[in-house]
């Protein structure tokens, strides 16, 4: 059998636009490792033209300020590791959890974020970190906040012909860092969740929780909620607080469209809100004792 599909590598974004103008149904292709698994590619007989994303120098660079960890799209997912100290903790933690080093060698972090279809791991530490994607088109970049950008269910904010390029990390010192990823019982990957804080003299001065499965869940009046507390937190705290979290998940029921499910339609809900509530609890005694 004659394969009928052409692979297209450019070196720069100018060229990379072109190619894209004049073969406007081509799928970019990062790692791979995403497509390959949705089956919206098969190896050995792809049948789609792909543009590979390898050749442009620009989306591999890595740059630090004293404020933040500049990454390319096109960074992989086990060099980001290997980075270090440099990387905040909560997104090292995260990247470790990915599958096997054999695709987090060849997975990278643009890849990893553009997927619509459910919010894979690096969106938990991008969201809590307060991380901006660059967005490029052939004619303009634009900046918005890994929070906007994974807002909709089953799609991201990309427009017609257009990628993310950069990824923008604020470097603040978080005090302590918790992450659970969770299995789904054979049938596929799990939900991440990420519980961050930071204290100055025994305050409580941010905290973070975030959750992404099909869907991406904060709370953000359960944060406002805890800050400026003292630590250790009362026990009457950390009860208001469980309470705000068990109401918000209450929201959500098994026949909704938004159902907190893992990666399978048919996801128990109930089960998931209780791994959930069960990693707040943990989380809350890592930060009282």
Same mark, same amino acid.
């Given at each position: 059998?004659?394969?009928?599909?052409?692979?297209?590598?450019?070196?720069?974004?100018?060229?990379?636009?072109?190619?894209?103008?004049?073969?406007?149904?081509?799928?970019?292709?990062?790692?791979?490792?995403?497509?390959?698994?949705?089956?919206?590619?098969?190896?050995?007989?792809?049948?789609?033209?792909?543009?590979?994303?390898?050749?442009?120098?620009?989306?591999?660079?890595?740059?630090?300020?004293?404020?933040? +960890?500049?990454?390319?799209?096109? #960074?992989?997912?086990?060099? =980001? @590791?290997?980075?270090? %100290?440099?990387?905040?903790?909560? !997104?090292?933690?995260?990247?470790?959890?990915?599958?096997?080093?054999?695709?987090?060698?060849?997975?990278?972090?643009?890849?990893?974020?553009?997927?619509?279809?459910?919010?894979?791991?690096?969106?938990?530490?991008?969201?809590?970190?307060?991380?901006?994607?660059?967005?490029?088109?052939?004619?303009?970049?634009?900046?918005?906040?890994?929070?906007?950008?994974?807002?909709?269910?089953?799609?991201?904010?990309?427009?017609?012909?257009?990628?993310?390029?950069?990824?923008?990390?604020?470097?603040?010192?978080?005090?302590?860092?918790?992450?659970?990823?969770?299995?789904?019982?054979?049938?596929?990957?799990?939900?991440?969740?990420?519980?961050?804080?930071?204290?100055?003299?025994?305050? +409580?001065?941010?905290?973070?929780? #975030?959750?992404?499965?099909? =869907? @991406?869940?904060?709370? %953000?009046?359960?944060?406002?909620? !805890?800050?400026?507390?003292?630590?250790?937190?009362?026990?009457?705290?950390?009860?208001?607080?469980?309470?705000?979290?068990?109401?918000?998940?209450?929201?959500?029921?098994?026949?909704?469209?938004?159902?907190?499910?893992?990666?399978?339609?048919?996801?128990?809900?109930?089960?998931?809100?209780?791994?959930?509530?069960?990693?707040?609890?943990?989380?809350?005694?890592?930060?009282?004792?």
């Amino acid at each position: 059998m004659v394969n009928n599909y052409r692979i297209f590598s450019p070196s720069t974004y100018q060229e990379l636009f072109n190619i894209w103008k004049n073969n406007p149904m081509a799928i970019l292709y990062a790692g791979g490792t995403e497509l390959i698994r949705s089956g919206k590619i098969s190896l050995p007989g792809i049948h789609e033209d792909l543009i590979s994303l390898e050749g442009i120098e620009e989306m591999h660079r890595i740059s630090r300020t004293e404020r933040y +960890l500049e990454l390319g799209a096109m #960074v992989k997912l086990n060099r =980001i @590791i290997k980075l270090g %100290k440099i990387v905040p903790e909560a !997104l090292i933690k995260c990247l470790e959890n990915i599958s096997s080093p054999q695709i987090r060698n060849i997975g990278t972090i643009g890849g990893n974020i553009c997927n619509p279809d459910r919010r894979l791991d690096s969106s938990v530490p991008l969201i809590a970190l307060d991380a901006q994607l660059e967005l490029r088109n052939s004619q303009y970049s634009r900046w918005v906040s890994a929070s906007q950008f994974a807002s909709m269910p089953g799609q991201t904010c990309l427009e017609k012909q257009e990628l993310v390029s950069r990824i923008r990390i604020p470097l603040e010192p978080w005090t302590y860092t918790l992450y659970k990823k969770h299995s789904n019982y054979g049938e596929g990957p799990g939900g991440g969740i990420l519980f961050i804080m930071k204290n100055q003299k025994n305050i +409580l001065s941010a905290i973070r929780i #975030v959750y992404a499965g099909k =869907i @991406i869940l904060r709370e %953000k009046n359960s944060e406002t909620m !805890l800050t400026g507390k003292k630590l250790p937190l009362e026990t009457r705290e950390k009860a208001a607080f469980i309470e705000n979290w068990n109401e918000y998940l209450s929201l959500f029921k098994d026949n909704d469209e938004s159902i907190l499910a893992f990666s399978q339609k048919n996801a128990n809900t109930d089960l998931v809100k209780n791994q959930i509530m069960n990693f707040i609890e943990t989380a809350l005694t890592g930060i009282s004792n």
